[in-house]
């Protein structure tokens, strides 16, 4: 369970705050700083004039948003700052609400991220289907591209953004189109993605830009720029909020802007980990409360939303950053460049800004994503599709809106529908329906295959819909499987329902008339209901097997192909042949992890016999060769084995075999010098005790247990309850497996006897 934060995550913060002021790593840092600030300068001009405000404004997002959240986050080196994902939504915002509104929307963003980030609800943000990110993500790209044609051509801006209205300005506006402006985006654009091709150690971005300003002014080309850069950074103000002003869109606006930008931030923080191994993990509930505050920072400088940014993170580390302060240090160098080059910013043409958002929206679209998911799953294609689609030609919002509702409706119809098989058993002439998953509303949609399988079906069959692997039942559900019974009836067939789940089984009971003459729990009553012979039981068999090919194997198709190459088993479990024992039922495990010796009352031969024991060569096996861990002997309630030592009753003649190793095991004499008021369970008990010291006569079980190799213990299981019990050393009797009671007794022994040994050296 998560604490809150109430002191906003500043105690566990102050050791990286002390690493601030340490030489350590200084040049490691220092170096990343200025490398991610050479990014950062042509990026922030761009994404603000993507988002609809001015350069500069750019710049101090990226600097508030460095230095506050470098200081309060919590992924150390991630740096934050203006996202080309946000812009669009924040062009937007200011298109609806104007600057005062994206203002009052940035300090919401920020209070919403800090009461998550403090309340540890950071990780429920993550809550949001990959495909409608990648989706959202492209279609952001897609705007991008298409709103800088005009910047690119040379032309004005259009009044509204929408891709709609942009293709129309252009197209009014074609015949004054400047060549200059299409030549500077070429060329900025151009060299951008042939930089990386020659060296990576260079920041592209800045170098396409700085060529594209020089050949500018070289060439003395007519395109607009970017214009007068302040000298200095604003001050913080709270805005004045009109009376009139209406809250409830903003109010909307602002939880849309927090979903994203916390989405976008944490997606980066997962980056950030892959690509740092060697560093902390992230804490996304402090990296959302450095967040809030660096966007409640950031709006009052009049700055826009700011989110953890891959890219300039990426960069980070790959410049060699080892800790936050080389965030820090890239926020202090844009401040620099602020007050140093303000003059050479200011000539910077506005068509190479279009050229860098072409390149930041080239990999924004990145269609291989959408490959990729259409190959694998063609459901998360359609989500992706449709959010894209829709974010592009409708709006934004209800991109991301109908993007989340698809995912939903899809989540719900792949779980909703349960898969099915129909066995026919030819020997006894009836028919298996098997449903595997959840039994709703939506698995109408899958009886038609059912129906018509009945409907070809000669009248006095027998049907059996077997509800095993049902693993929820609505309403529907209940009166869908009550109609099919229904349905057979009709057809004079004779229906049998096979294991409904206790919870659902009352309201299928009610469901169906005469339910009682229908319903059966397991296999045992649906033998009853078919009748016995050898022909039912080789059909079960049968049955059982197409159940495993249908459910099990899939599941297991690896581990078989490993397992065809060799076992490993930890365990050898000894227990008795006793059919209603499965160890691996009662133990959860998987194939290939229990070796499994079966004998009669669960005994272990001598070691010192003569004659060759199959129980004794399978532990000499699986110890010396297999190399097992662990040795189980599992007794249980009930046991025939035990009640047949005990008893002097005869058995039924011919059974010579039988009547040979009660007359020949010494067993039966060891359990009856027992206490004969013992009951035949507790004798079983003892029994399953006793064999752990025959086994400690075998020598490799001997010598594995003085090297500490292997342990041994004797387990019981109580088939009413079925509870399966272990001895315990430290409580001297049987407790459930794995109970808390043992091993703190277990430690309180340990201690005792640590005590009682220190004494005794006084």
């Known amino acids: 369970m998560h604490r809150p934060r109430f002191d906003l995550g500043i105690r566990n913060l102050i050791p990286d705050w002390k690493a601030l002021f340490s030489r350590q790593h200084l040049g490691a840092d220092l170096g ?27 710049l101090v997002t990226a600097i508030i948003a460095g230095i506050v959240c470098g200081v309060f986050g919590g992924t150390p080196l991630q740096v934050s700052g203006p996202a080309a994902a946000m812009a669009v939504l924040i062009a937007s915002l200011i298109q609806q609400h104007g600057l005062l509104g994206l203002l009052l929307v940035g300090i919401g963003c920020g209070l919403l991220q800090v009461a998550t980030g403090v309340l540890g609800l950071g990780r429920f943000v993550r809550l949001v289907p990959l495909p409608v990110v990648e989706g959202f993500t492209a279609g952001i790209g897609a705007i991008i591209l298409i709103g800088q044609l005009p910047r690119a051509l040379g032309l004005p801006p259009p009044d509204q953004s929408h891709v709609f209205s942009v293709f129309s300005h252009i197209a009014e506006l074609a015949h004054q189109a400047k060549p200059a402006a299409v030549g500077v985006t070429l060329l900025t654009l151009a060299i951008i993605f042939l930089v990386p091709r020659v060296t990576k150690r260079v920041p592209s971005q800045l170098v396409g830009v700085v060529a594209a300003t020089l050949a500018t002014v070289a060439l003395g080309l007519d395109t607009a720029v970017i214009g007068t850069i302040p000298r200095s950074l604003p001050l913080p103000s709270l805005p004045e909020i009109p009376s009139d002003l209406r809250l409830g869109p903003i109010v909307g606006s602002t939880f849309v802007v927090f979903a994203l930008a916390s989405l976008e931030t944490l997606l980066s923080s997962s980056a950030v980990d892959r690509q740092a191994s060697d560093q902390k993990r992230s804490d996304p509930d402090q990296e959302l409360i450095g967040q809030g505050l660096g966007n409640i920072a950031s709006a009052l400088f009049g700055g826009i939303p700011v989110t953890g940014v891959i890219a300039r993170s990426g960069a980070n580390i790959q410049a060699g950053a080892k800790t936050r302060r080389s965030g820090i240090i890239h926020a202090i160098a844009l401040i620099l460049a602020v007050f140093a080059l303000a003059p050479l910013i200011e000539r910077i043409p506005v068509a190479a800004l279009a050229g860098v958002l072409f390149s930041v929206a080239i990999r924004m679209l990145n269609p291989a994503t959408f490959m990729h998911l259409w190959k694998h799953s063609r459901s998360d294609g359609i989500v992706y599709a449709v959010t894209f689609v829709t974010i592009v030609f409708v709006d ?67 049907v059996v819909f077997d509800a095993r692997d049902v693993t929820t039942m609505d309403a529907s559900g209940v009166e869908i499987l009550a109609g099919l019974v229904a349905d057979a009836r009709g057809r004079k067939l004779t229906p049998i329902v096979l294991g409904v789940p206790g919870a659902e089984r009352a309201q299928v009971a009610a469901a169906i008339t005469n339910a009682e003459s229908v319903m059966v729990d397991d296999e045992r009553g649906l033998s009853e209901k078919l009748g016995a012979g050898v022909a039912i039981v080789d059909a079960r068999l049968r049955a059982g097997v197409e159940r495993f090919r249908a459910t099990a194997r899939p599941r297991y198709t690896n581990l078989f192909q490993q397992l065809a190459e060799g076992q490993a088993p930890h365990t050898l479990f ?165 109970t808390a009671e043992e091993r703190a007794s277990a430690k309180r022994l340990v201690a005792h006897e640590g005590l009682h040994d220190h004494a005794a050296a006084q």
């Open 396 to 462: 934004l919002l209800e991109g991301v809106q109908w993007g989340v509702v698809a995912a939903l409706a899809i989540a719900a119809i792949r779980l909703g529908r349960p898969r099915m098989a129909f066995r026919a058993v030819p020997l006894r002439d009836h028919h298996h329906f098997a449903f595997e998953g959840p039994l709703t509303f939506l698995s109408s949609l899958d009886l038609d295959g059912v129906r018509r399988e009945l409907g070809s079906l000669e009248p006095g069959q027998c």
């Open 574 to 738: 000894i227990t008795c042949s006793d059919s209603r024992i499965n160890p691996n039922l009662i133990t959860s495990m998987e194939p290939g992890e229990l070796f499994i010796v079966r004998d009669v009352g669960n005994l272990v031969a001598p070691a010192s016999d003569m004659l060759a024991s199959p129980a004794g060569a399978a532990i000499d096996y699986a110890v010396g060769i297999l190399g097992v861990q662990k040795i189980v002997v599992c007794g249980h309630s009930g046991c025939g084995a035990v009640k047949a030592l005990l008893s002097d009753d005869p058995l039924p003649a011919g059974l010579k075999n039988l009547h040979a190793w009660l007359e020949t095991t010494e067993a039966r004499q060891r359990l009856r010098n027992l206490p004969g008021s013992l009951h035949p369970d507790e004798v079983a008990k003892i029994n399953a005790l006793a064999q752990l010291d025959r086994l400690r006569s075998y020598p490799v079980v001997a010598e594995k247990l003085a090297a500490g190799e292997l342990s041994l213990t004797a387990w019981y299981f109580d088939l009413k309850s079925g509870e399966l019990e272990e001895w315990s050393t430290a409580l001297q009797r049987y407790v459930p497996v794995g």
């Open 32 to 58: 990343a700083g200025l490398t991610v600030a050479c990014i950062a300068i042509p990026l922030s001009l761009a994404i603000a004039l993507a988002s609809g405000v001015a350069p500069a404004v750019g």
